[in-house]
């Protein structure tokens, strides 16, 4: 039996474990908590021995991870507020079995990669690569861009604030949208709203100029984008993953680039994460590879920190670790 009894003790105490997001150490995330939580004493973790010190009696943590292995050390943990959207990295079962809540950066993240978004789907629609090689030889030399996105169809895979964020801006574009979600009966910003089974998904996946996937990655969603669903794509369509690298499948996607039978993807995640050098999609003049960066803001710590700010005034009013902002696992004692 699950339940949610007051919490005995204030917060008083966050611990934050090692890691980096975007090139950016948790120091920073630590300094800015400190300067935002004058009566919470802030201690950051530099290796994993002091994790397990710390943890040992602290009952709020936060960082892009935290291991099973940690866990066995966190006897009053209390609360995790993970740094980043996703949690399919995170020792679930574990976490649920001690009963801590967990939170999520859900949302920080919306403006930046939906603006990527759009500019590698302009990028790729108006072949701005191809200028750039161009100019990189000094080579004036014309050349006809694919077309334009409006009037286009796109289906977005996912309606979390991301995926609204991306429909929003590509509505401003005269793109009419698909969405698919796994509530299609709570619709949504797109023009049409279908949920993932079949018959639907793959008749939104033969309408679409573009695919754009903006999902968590969930056993539904793994291998979501596979050799099936890109034999229904059109062979004009552009494949965009924002999302998980094993939603869309590998080797699939790279047969059909290889045979014409997509015009081009762009990839800010893949599988495996990061590719090798000797891969041959980094090698496709279609292909647009990123380092996992759309979600990059140089304000992100703040926007993190932020959150477990409300999230912490929200325990101590209430002395709960429910209805808690960004909550994806509720906490079970």
Same mark, same amino acid.
């Given at each position: 039996?699950?339940?949610?009894?007051?919490?005995?003790?204030?917060?008083?105490?966050?611990?934050?474990?090692?890691?980096?997001?975007?090139?950016?150490?948790?120091?920073?995330?630590?300094?800015?908590?400190?300067?935002?939580?004058?009566?919470?004493?802030?201690?950051?973790?530099?290796?994993?021995?002091?994790?397990?010190?710390?943890?040992?009696?602290?009952?709020?943590?936060?960082?892009?991870?935290?291991?099973?292995?940690?866990?066995?050390?966190?006897?009053?943990?209390?609360?995790?507020?993970?740094?980043?959207?996703?949690?399919?990295?995170?020792?679930?079962?574990?976490?649920?079995?001690?009963?801590?809540?967990?939170?999520?950066?859900?949302?920080?993240?919306?403006?930046?990669?939906?603006?990527?978004?759009?500019?590698?789907?302009?990028?790729?629609?108006?072949?701005?690569?191809?200028?750039?090689?161009?100019?990189?030889?000094?080579?004036?030399?014309?050349?006809?861009?694919?077309?334009?996105?409006? @009037?286009?169809?796109?289906?977005?895979?996912? /309606?979390?604030?991301?995926?609204?964020?991306?429909?929003? *801006?590509?509505? $401003? %574009? #005269?793109?009419?949208?698909?969405?698919?979600?796994?509530?299609?009966?709570?619709?949504?910003?797109?023009?049409?709203?279908?949920?993932?089974?079949?018959?639907?998904?793959?008749?939104?996946?033969?309408?679409?100029?573009?695919?754009?996937?903006?999902?968590?990655?969930?056993?539904?969603?793994?291998?979501?984008?596979?050799?099936?669903?890109?034999?229904?794509?059109?062979?004009?369509?552009?494949?965009?993953?924002?999302?998980? @690298?094993?939603?869309?499948?590998?080797?699939? /996607?790279?047969?059909?680039?290889?045979?014409?039978?997509? *015009?081009?993807? $762009? %990839? #800010?995640?893949?599988?495996?994460?990061?590719?090798?050098?000797?891969?041959?999609?980094?090698?496709?003049?279609?292909?647009?590879?990123?380092?996992?960066?759309?979600?990059?803001?140089?304000?992100?710590?703040?926007?993190?920190?932020?959150?477990?700010?409300?999230?912490?005034?929200?325990?101590?009013?209430?002395?709960?670790?429910?209805?808690?902002?960004?909550?994806?696992?509720?906490?079970?004692?």
């Amino acid at each position: 039996m699950t339940h949610d009894v007051p919490s005995r003790n204030p917060v008083d105490r966050i611990v934050v474990l090692r890691g980096s997001i975007h090139g950016d150490s948790a120091t920073e995330y630590a300094k800015i908590l400190q300067s935002r939580t004058d009566d919470v004493c802030v201690e950051y973790a530099h290796t994993p021995r002091e994790e397990e010190r710390l943890l040992s009696d602290a009952s709020v943590a936060t960082g892009t991870t935290i291991t099973e292995a940690t866990l066995e050390h966190a006897h009053d943990l209390r609360l995790f507020a993970c740094a980043t959207a996703g949690i399919d990295h995170l020792p679930l079962t574990e976490l649920r079995s001690q009963g801590v809540a967990v939170t999520t950066g859900s949302g920080i993240h919306q403006p930046n990669v939906a603006e990527h978004v759009l500019d590698v789907l302009l990028t790729l629609v108006r072949r701005t690569t191809t200028a750039w090689r161009q100019q990189q030889q000094h080579q004036w030399q014309a050349y006809r861009p694919w077309g334009t996105l409006a @009037g286009s169809t796109a289906t977005i895979v996912g /309606l979390g604030p991301i995926g609204k964020s991306i429909v929003k *801006r590509l509505t $401003a %574009l #005269d793109v009419r949208t698909i969405g698919v979600r796994y509530s299609p009966e709570k619709g949504g910003p797109a023009d049409d709203v279908i949920g993932f089974d079949e018959p639907a998904f793959h008749d939104a996946l033969s309408r679409s100029d573009a695919v754009i996937l903006a999902c968590p990655l969930r056993e539904e969603t793994d291998g979501l984008i596979g050799r099936a669903e890109i034999r229904t794509l059109p062979s004009s369509a552009i494949v965009v993953n924002v999302a998980r @690298g094993e939603i869309l499948e590998t080797d699939a /996607l790279t047969a059909a680039l290889r045979r014409r039978a997509l *015009r081009g993807a $762009a %990839l #800010d995640v893949t599988d495996p994460e990061p590719l090798s050098a000797d891969h041959p999609l980094w090698d496709f003049e279609n292909v647009i590879i990123t380092p996992h960066i759309a979600g990059f803001d140089p304000e992100y710590w703040d926007q993190r920190a932020e959150i477990l700010q409300e999230n912490i005034r929200r325990i101590r009013e209430t002395g709960r670790y429910s209805d808690l902002e960004n909550s994806a696992l509720g906490a079970s004692r």
